[in-house]
């Protein structure tokens, strides 16, 4: 790497960080805002196949009972399953499990029916909202139960929108989003910046918060079981504990250097595998793929990083994202690990150099001082660097990884008496559901 961009990278890192920098980055749309006279807006945009879609429709009710807010809806046409979708109707699942919502069936809504739904949400979204935010309910339980009859009977109780129109509107919505890079319906857009789904849906309500648009006296959360922290055991009952722990069961953690969620989950999983007993593999993965500069745009995702971070008491925001060279060292450190037993003790270093020291891990200097201070000693270490005997297990991590079927990482790779995976952020809880899942199976609860 460039000197000039190890240099860099960690000072521009702690500019993007900046609260000041995000405040004034927030009050330009504050000002057009102010300047136009418009109400505080947020654009929800929904694909009515799309099950995060589903989950969000019920849970904004309760969002806007806290806050003061207009919503503008935009229908985005109907999106053939990919191969990520068996995992995104699971996940949704065990989402609505967790937040007390409804979603029963695995298999996606039809296309005639789904352009019919639009037809009916695009007509009426002149609604009030409280009753357009039924309707939509309505809606997507007709369409997700494969309740055909009760949405023809909708469709007869209101009006709906003429086919061209509606095939326009909705080219004209995904236009819109594709022009905005983004890739995942049910988002919320608001002022800047974007929310995804339940996810994101407390971080979006905190902002609201703190410019004064809660009307209740307490934080929005979607039910009581929300408050639910990522390090806060669900099973601490010995008996089940120990029953549990006799399972023996595997979690292989699927990550990547150069993903900052990568970093922020390793100390987090490694003790929830310790508190269950699980055998936690970690298993690198090479992603082809140009993520290594560092721009304004990085603002808002990493300012929601370094809040998670903090959440687990990390340090992020000093960062240094490794080029090539880099990544290539890091498995060459991780496959050495490996074979003497320290893999969770080097990664987690290598991770914490990248995203909260600033350091170029392609950099030799920088390598010796992220291993002494993690008290590791690797002899012939250039050697090491030079080799490429971690290639194979590397493909092999990778190959595995894609044949889960997921687009996100961490991925999280359960294999008890029922395999399963999650992805992404927010997502310990659902290994833990996982676990009580199959204790079930086994009749032990």
């Given at each position: 790497m460039p000197l000039s961009r190890r240099l860099l990278q960690p000072l521009l890192s702690?500019?993007?960080i900046h609260p000041r920098l995000h405040s004034l980055l927030q009050a330009r749309y504050e000002w057009l805002r102010r300047l136009q006279r418009r109400p505080h807006q947020i654009v929800v945009w929904l694909r009515l196949n799309d099950p995060y879609s589903y989950l969000l429709i019920q849970a904004l009710p309760r969002f806007l009972a806290h806050f003061s807010v207009q919503l503008i809806f935009k229908i985005l046409p109907y999106q053939e399953p990919n191969h990520t979708f068996t995992?995104?109707?699971?996940?949704?699942?065990?989402?609505?499990?967790f937040h007390q919502l409804h979603?029963?069936?695995f298999q996606s809504p039809s296309e005639d029916n789904c352009f019919k739904a639009s037809q009916l949400l695009l007509a009426n979204r002149h609604l009030p909202i409280a009753d357009f935010l039924t309707l939509a309910k309505q809606v997507f339980n007709c369409l997700w139960e494969h309740q055909t009859q009760k949405l023809s009977t909708l469709t007869l109780r209101f009006k709906l929108l003429a086919q061209t129109t509606t095939e326009k509107k909705m080219l004209a919505a995904e236009k819109e989003f594709d022009h905005q890079n983004q890739q995942k319906a049910a988002q919320l857009y608001y002022q800047g910046e974007w929310y995804w789904c339940l996810d994101d849906l407390s971080d979006l309500g905190d902002r609201l918060s703190t410019i004064g648009l809660n009307q209740l006296p307490h934080q929005f959360q979607l039910n009581s079981d929300s408050?639910?922290?990522?390090?806060d055991y669900l099973i601490n009952d010995w008996e089940q504990l120990a029953t549990i722990r006799a399972q023996k069961y595997t979690l292989d953690y699927y990550f990547s250097f150069d993903d900052p969620l990568s970093y922020i989950y390793l100390p987090p999983v490694i003790a929830l595998a310790e508190h269950y007993q699980l055998k936690l593999h970690l298993k690198p993965i090479l992603l082809h793929q140009d993520n290594t500069s560092l721009s304004l745009e990085w603002h808002t995702q990493l300012n929601r990083y370094v809040r998670l971070a903090e959440k687990y008491r990390l340090p992020?925001?000093?960062?240094?994202?490794p080029n090539e060279q880099g990544l290539h060292a890091c498995f060459a450190l991780v496959d050495y690990a490996q074979q003497q037993d320290i893999a969770d003790k080097i990664t987690l270093a290598?991770?914490?150099?990248?995203?909260?020291?600033?350091?170029d891990v392609g950099h030799t200097a920088h390598l010796k001082k992220i291993?002494?201070?993690?008290?590791?000693?690797?002899?012939?270490l250039k050697k090491?660097?030079?080799?490429?005997e971690w290639l194979p297990q590397i493909e092999q991590y990778t190959v595995e990884w894609s044949a889960l079927e997921v687009s996100e990482l961490p991925s999280f790779y359960l294999q008890g008496h029922r395999r399963v995976v999650f992805s992404g952020a927010h997502r310990l809880w659902a290994i833990e559901m996982a676990l009580v899942d199959n204790m079930k199976l086994i009749g032990t609860i």
């Amino acid at each position: 790497m460039p000197l000039s961009r190890r240099l860099l990278q960690p000072l521009l890192s702690r500019a993007l960080i900046h609260p000041r920098l995000h405040s004034l980055l927030q009050a330009r749309y504050e000002w057009l805002r102010r300047l136009q006279r418009r109400p505080h807006q947020i654009v929800v945009w929904l694909r009515l196949n799309d099950p995060y879609s589903y989950l969000l429709i019920q849970a904004l009710p309760r969002f806007l009972a806290h806050f003061s807010v207009q919503l503008i809806f935009k229908i985005l046409p109907y999106q053939e399953p990919n191969h990520t979708f068996t995992h995104n109707v699971r996940d949704a699942w065990y989402l609505a499990q967790f937040h007390q919502l409804h979603f029963h069936d695995f298999q996606s809504p039809s296309e005639d029916n789904c352009f019919k739904a639009s037809q009916l949400l695009l007509a009426n979204r002149h609604l009030p909202i409280a009753d357009f935010l039924t309707l939509a309910k309505q809606v997507f339980n007709c369409l997700w139960e494969h309740q055909t009859q009760k949405l023809s009977t909708l469709t007869l109780r209101f009006k709906l929108l003429a086919q061209t129109t509606t095939e326009k509107k909705m080219l004209a919505a995904e236009k819109e989003f594709d022009h905005q890079n983004q890739q995942k319906a049910a988002q919320l857009y608001y002022q800047g910046e974007w929310y995804w789904c339940l996810d994101d849906l407390s971080d979006l309500g905190d902002r609201l918060s703190t410019i004064g648009l809660n009307q209740l006296p307490h934080q929005f959360q979607l039910n009581s079981d929300s408050i639910y922290q990522d390090n806060d055991y669900l099973i601490n009952d010995w008996e089940q504990l120990a029953t549990i722990r006799a399972q023996k069961y595997t979690l292989d953690y699927y990550f990547s250097f150069d993903d900052p969620l990568s970093y922020i989950y390793l100390p987090p999983v490694i003790a929830l595998a310790e508190h269950y007993q699980l055998k936690l593999h970690l298993k690198p993965i090479l992603l082809h793929q140009d993520n290594t500069s560092l721009s304004l745009e990085w603002h808002t995702q990493l300012n929601r990083y370094v809040r998670l971070a903090e959440k687990y008491r990390l340090p992020f925001g000093e960062i240094c994202l490794p080029n090539e060279q880099g990544l290539h060292a890091c498995f060459a450190l991780v496959d050495y690990a490996q074979q003497q037993d320290i893999a969770d003790k080097i990664t987690l270093a290598l991770l914490t150099a990248i995203w909260a020291e600033g350091l170029d891990v392609g950099h030799t200097a920088h390598l010796k001082k992220i291993l002494a201070q993690c008290e590791c000693e690797i002899p012939a270490l250039k050697k090491h660097l030079k080799s490429e005997e971690w290639l194979p297990q590397i493909e092999q991590y990778t190959v595995e990884w894609s044949a889960l079927e997921v687009s996100e990482l961490p991925s999280f790779y359960l294999q008890g008496h029922r395999r399963v995976v999650f992805s992404g952020a927010h997502r310990l809880w659902a290994i833990e559901m996982a676990l009580v899942d199959n204790m079930k199976l086994i009749g032990t609860i």
